[in-house]
């Protein structure tokens, strides 16, 4: 892959504003964010004691300057009936990595996606239900990508989301 195709941004987003640097609040802010993204305005501005209204424009900019890219649940995809989990190599025609992106973002039970340096193209989490379903989706889906000239898939026996040191 050529390495201004791994700075571009998915067309039809737009544009964010260069990075400001983050002040030691707005990095405590991150890291509380990030162990309980349900926490209060309130509870924040506590936390790095900043008033409520300053804790509101600071989680307001980074947002707007796409630090904070959104909120969401962290699952364990086992009890959620994915038991199944591989890490997917792929390599992929010289100049596709837009087209596949857009692909493999339609997968069903796709988590990550990354254009990769090395031996490979791209690495790509998937979550399944079972082994069949993972076969399925390698064989005829990934496979089926003109774009795709070959897969590795690498079965994860365990797996841990590392949380955020407090």
Same mark, same amino acid.
Not at 19 to 31: E, G, S, V
Not at 99 to 109: C, H, S
């Given at each position: 892959?050529?390495?201004?195709?791994?700075?571009?941004?998915?067309?039809?987003?737009?544009?964010?504003?260069?990075?400001?640097?983050?002040?030691?609040?707005?990095?405590?802010?991150?890291?509380?964010?990030? @162990?309980?993204?349900? =926490? @209060?305005?309130?509870?924040?501005?506590?936390?790095?004691?900043?008033?409520?209204?300053?804790?509101?424009?600071?989680?307001?900019?980074?947002?707007?300057?796409?630090?904070?890219?959104?909120?969401? =649940?962290?699952?364990?995809?086992?009890?959620?009936?994915?038991?199944?989990? =591989?890490?997917?190599?792929?390599?992929?025609?010289?100049?596709?990595?837009?087209?596949?992106?857009?692909?493999?973002?339609?997968?069903?039970?796709?988590?990550?996606?990354?254009?990769?340096?090395?031996?490979?193209?791209?690495?790509?989490?998937?979550?399944?239900?079972?082994?069949?379903?993972?076969?399925?989706?390698?064989?005829?889906?990934?496979?089926?990508?003109?774009?795709?000239? @070959?897969?590795?898939?690498?079965?994860?026996?365990?797996?841990?989301?590392?949380?955020?040191?407090?």
């Amino acid at each position: 892959m050529a390495p201004e195709q791994m700075a571009e941004e998915p067309e039809g987003t737009v544009p964010l504003p260069p990075p400001r640097p983050l002040d030691a609040i707005d990095l405590d802010i991150l890291q509380m964010l990030q @162990s309980d993204g349900r =926490a @209060s305005i309130r509870s924040v501005a506590e936390r790095v004691h900043v008033s409520r209204a300053n804790a509101y424009a600071r989680i307001n900019r980074l947002i707007d300057d796409g630090v904070i890219r959104g909120f969401g =649940a962290r699952v364990d995809h086992e009890r959620a009936g994915q038991g199944t989990s =591989a890490y997917i190599t792929l390599k992929i025609v010289q100049n596709s990595w837009r087209t596949v992106r857009e692909q493999l973002r339609q997968l069903p039970g796709a988590s990550h996606i990354a254009l990769v340096g090395g031996d490979f193209d791209v690495l790509l989490l998937v979550h399944t239900s079972d082994n069949r379903a993972l076969r399925e989706l390698v064989l005829t889906r990934l496979q089926a990508m003109p774009e795709v000239l @070959s897969t590795r898939t690498l079965l994860v026996f365990e797996e841990e989301d590392l949380e955020p040191q407090g």
